[in-house]
């Protein structure tokens, strides 16, 4: 990738240049960059620091006493100045606060083990992901009080004493390591930088825009919400048309009011006035915003922070399903990473990813797309666009998963965790999700109309397209996290929590073919023992858990690329079959009973007529997740960044 990623979400490192705990050729700054973490030169400017076991210089003290985690490595106790606990000494932070003390450990290999999860109480977060604890190579032993606690214990020598623990430095977090820094450490080490590392001060960028405070745009919202009510299910007002008229009066003088502030939609706008105009002097009928349509073209400016006012006629897709006039003020994303990856093998000329700034009630809903096919027209033009809300899809991605995670007691890998803080680092994975996700739709090998337009199918058979478009996403994610690419992982992340999480309890239990990909992801993993629920707590096996989602993917590939050969009814049950392999079906089905019993001599129809609503229910574990998590779900209607 072209372009350096400096984008403030990502947490600022400061390195003691000291660095002789770093062995073997580890280089810290490249498992840093490589996830586009921030190397600084200043302590100051650091969210966290990173330092060996001498007292801590002054400036990185003061950093830590301003709020920036603290790292510290122990390469040789007989280095240390001074207890463990005197990282505190000095005027700025008290003696002893972080309740730790080194020892030499015994001469001889002893193994390590991860502190017993459900003794963990005060950490919520998988400090050992990816870690191979069978080539970490212990330094030193601890000695612990409160509030310090352990994270690795040794399994010879001293069992059960501490080599690892995490710990509090006043409001900052403290991660101390007396364990080898060498090639293999690096997972842990990173890990480490990333527990350890406070909120990025950044955050999240204001993106109340001062246009939403505008007068002409308060009466336009005012005036589509009176007009609402007088329309129709197909937009048309079949009275009150006096009052209709009044009120496209006032839409129409906000609009050209408001379109000095987007002249880059002079023309959309001057068309939508045109058109609101000639649907009132026609009488109110079916609308027809076909004009302003065609002359609306977000993709072709693509710049991020882009705004755009959008007014059209429309359903809007899981929201409202009548043509009410809505209007929305939306602001594009497009960060400099997403454009390096569309300019390059991932081009979607079609693709807007865009945040709400403000919006009328059809999108106070649980809608996240703007799709062209929504808006009431004369005829259907050849699309050139579609734009999907990410701040919508990121905050509800962030409320559910992390109430999830909460209520299964999963503990998360810190990076993950941290893309569950920040809106708008999950903006942008969202964003690069979306990226890959929707051109998928129209490569690969496709034995029928990708997007299924008016196909009236089994809705399994949308399952596996959709799961099949974001495993794709997964897929790719997982090469361009090998080339340097920092949100790479953070997709990865993002797939796999929606889909096991979200996708498979929103909704209601009728066709719900996205709810049904959320269940068959889970099972998958879960049948091919990377994830587990024991205990009562879910644990992900995060060295493993890759390549059976990779694989995953290629047997829906591999269907697809079967059925170019097969008659549709024949690519049916082989789907159906894929599915139901691994999801149990409903013991009523008579899919399930084979194909002798299935109408195989009739129109297809049939076949689609005998699948159940609900085809394959929750399992047990989804319904009791389903009881406590659906309130989350449902209060995430409407919800922006």
């Known amino acids: 990738m072209a372009r350096e990623v400096n984008m403030t979400q990502f947490p600022r490192v400061w ?20 996830r586009g973490y921030v190397v600084v030169d200043d302590p100051a400017r650091a969210d966290v620091v990173v330092a060996g076991s001498a007292p801590l210089a002054a400036p990185a003290a003061q950093a830590v006493s301003a709020g920036a985690g603290l790292v510290l490595l122990i390469d040789s106790v007989e280095d240390l100045a001074a207890p463990l606990g005197g990282i505190a000494a000095g005027d700025l932070l008290p003696t002893g606060s972080a309740g730790l003390s080194a020892d030499p450990r015994e001469p001889g290999d002893a193994g390590l083990h991860p502190q017993h999860g459900n003794a963990r109480t005060e950490i919520d977060e998988d400090l050992l992901a990816r870690t191979d604890l069978d080539r970490l190579r212990p330094l030193a032993t601890l000695t612990l009080t409160d509030p310090a606690a352990p994270l690795l214990r040794l399994s010879g020598g001293r069992p059960g004493a501490p080599v690892a623990a995490t710990s509090v430095v006043g409001s900052s977090r403290l991660v101390v390591l007396a364990v080898a820094m060498d090639p293999s450490s690096g997972d842990l080490f990173f890990n480490a930088v990333s527990y350890a590392a406070r909120p990025t001060t950044a955050g999240r960028r204001a993106h109340r825009s001062p246009i939403i405070e505008h007068p002409s745009w308060l009466d ?5 919400g009176d007009l609402r009510p007088l329309q129709a299910k197909d937009g048309s007002v079949p009275e009150n048309k006096t009052q209709a008229a009044t009120l496209i009066q006032r839409i129409v003088a906000a609009v050209e009011q408001l379109a000095p502030e987007f002249p880059h939609d002079a023309d959309y706008l001057a068309a939508c006035a045109k058109d609101l105009t000639r649907w009132s002097d026609s009488g109110f009928g079916v609308p027809d915003f076909l004009d302003s349509l065609l002359a609306f073209h977000p993709e072709a400016d693509r710049v991020d922070g882009r705004a755009h006012l959008v007014l059209f006629p429309m359903y809007t897709q899981n929201g409202n399903p009548d043509r009410n006039v809505e209007a929305v003020l939306i602001e594009v994303i497009w960060p400099d990473f997403v454009a390096d990856l569309e300019a390059g093998e991932y081009s979607n000329k079609m693709f807007v990813p865009i945040r709400f700034l403000d919006f009328t009630p059809g999108y106070d809903t649980n809608s996240a797309v703007l799709f062209p096919e929504t808006i009431a027209m004369r005829e259907v033009p050849k699309f050139s666009w579609g734009a999907i809300f990410a701040d919508r899809e990121a905050a509800r991605f962030r409320a559910v998963v992390s109430s999830a995670a909460e209520i299964t007691r999963l503990a998360l ?11 708008e680092l999950a903006e942008q994975t969202f964003v690069m999700w979306d990226l890959i996700h929707d051109r998928t739709h129209m490569h690969g090998d496709l034995p029928f109309d990708p997007f299924m337009i008016k196909q009236r199918m089994p809705f399994f058979l949308y399952t596996l397209e959709e799961l099949r478009c974001d495993l794709t996403a997964f897929r790719e994610s997982v090469k361009l996290e090998r080339a340097g690419v920092p949100h790479a992982r953070l997709v990865q992340y993002a797939i796999l929590f929606d889909r096991i999480f979200r996708f498979a309890i929103t909704g209601s239990r009728v066709r719900n073919y996205d709810g049904l990909g959320g269940q068959l992801l889970f099972a998958w993993l879960h049948q091919h023992h990377v994830l587990h629920w024991t205990d009562n707590r879910l644990t992900i096996d995060w060295t493993e858990v890759t390549e059976p989602v990779l694989e995953l993917g290629r047997q829906i590939e591999h269907l697809y690329w079967q059925s170019i050969d097969r008659s549709k009814t024949a690519h049916w049950l082989a789907a159906y079959q894929l599915v139901s392999g691994t999801v149990a079906p409903n013991p009523s089905s008579t899919w399930a009973k084979g194909p002798d019993a299935l109408p195989l001599d009739g129109p297809v129809r049939g076949l ?3 699948v159940l609503p609900d085809e394959f229910p929750l399992s047990m574990f989804y319904e009791a997740l389903n009881r406590k998590l659906a309130p989350v779900v449902s209060a995430t209607a409407g919800i922006t960044g």
């Open 15 to 34: 390195l003691d240049r000291n660095k002789s705990w770093a062995k073997d050729g580890f280089v810290p700054e490249e498992v840093l960059a490589h």
């Open 220 to 224: 336009l919202k005012s005036a589509v």
């Open 413 to 423: 890998p810190p990076d993950a965790a941290r893309l569950l803080q920040d809106q």
């Open 608 to 610: 689609t007529d005998a």
